[in-house]
C-alpha cells in the first residue's frame, strides 16, 4: 500500500502574501476578518472567529496552464506555524463531512476519471488508491461545495 503525506502551503508562500506579494491575479490580497469558517491552507486550522486574515487568489502549480486552476483561499494574516506534512488526514478536515479528490499527473495537468467527492473518512485510502497509479504525481484535496484548494497529497518519500 502506498503511504501518503498531506501537505500546507509552503511557508515562502504565505509569507510571499503576507508580505504584500501579488496573488495568482495580480492583486495584493485582501485583509477581512474571519468570522470562524475560513480555513488557513498554511497552519490547516479555521482562523478565529474576529482574527484578522488574508483573501486571495492561489494558483497551486508553478505556471499557467489550461489545467492550472486558480481561486480563492484564505490565509492567517499574522504568522502561523505551517502544519507539518502528517500521514492522516489534518484534523481541520475531520470536521467536514466531504472532500473532493483528485489526481494530477507529472504534467500538472488533471488525470480524467481521478476527481471524485469522497467522505472526509475516506479520504485518505482515496488518495492512496490514487497515487498507486503511476500516472498520478499528486493529489489535490479540495472542498467539496466551493472546489477550493486545500492541500496537495504525495507519495510518502520513504515509501
Keep these: 500500500m502506498t503511504k501518503i503525506r498531506f501537505q500546507a ?3 515562502e508562500i504565505a509569507r510571499h502574501y503576507r508580505e504584500g506579494g501579488k496573488d495568482a491575479n495580480g492583486h495584493v490580497p485582501e485583509k ?5 469558517q475560513a480555513p488557513c491552507r498554511h497552519c490547516l486550522k479555521e482562523i478565529a472567529d474576529g482574527k484578522p486574515m488574508l483573501i486571495l487568489s492561489h494558483r497551486p502549480f508553478d505556471e499557467a496552464q489550461p489545467y492550472a486552476e486558480v481561486g480563492p ?13 502528517a500521514e492522516d488526514t489534518p484534523d481541520m478536515f475531520l470536521g467536514w463531512e466531504h472532500l473532493n479528490v483528485r489526481g494530477y499527473g507529472a504534467d500538472n495537468r ?4 481521478t476527481g471524485r467527492i469522497v467522505p472526509t473518512a475516506d479520504v485518505s485510502k482515496y488518495a492512496e488508491e490514487l497515487l498507486e497509479k503511476p500516472e498520478i504525481a499528486y493529489v489535490h484535496l479540495r472542498s467539496a461545495s ?3 484548494y486545500q492541500a496537495r497529497i ?3 518519500a520513504a515509501d
Design 9 to 11: 502551503l509552503p511557508s
Design 32 to 36: 477581512g476578518v474571519s468570522d470562524g
Design 73 to 85: 483561499i484564505f490565509l492567517c494574516a499574522e504568522n502561523c506555524e505551517r502544519h507539518p506534512d
Design 110 to 113: 488533471i488525470v480524467y476519471g
Design 146 to 148: 466551493n472546489n477550493c
Design 154 to 156: 504525495e507519495r510518502d
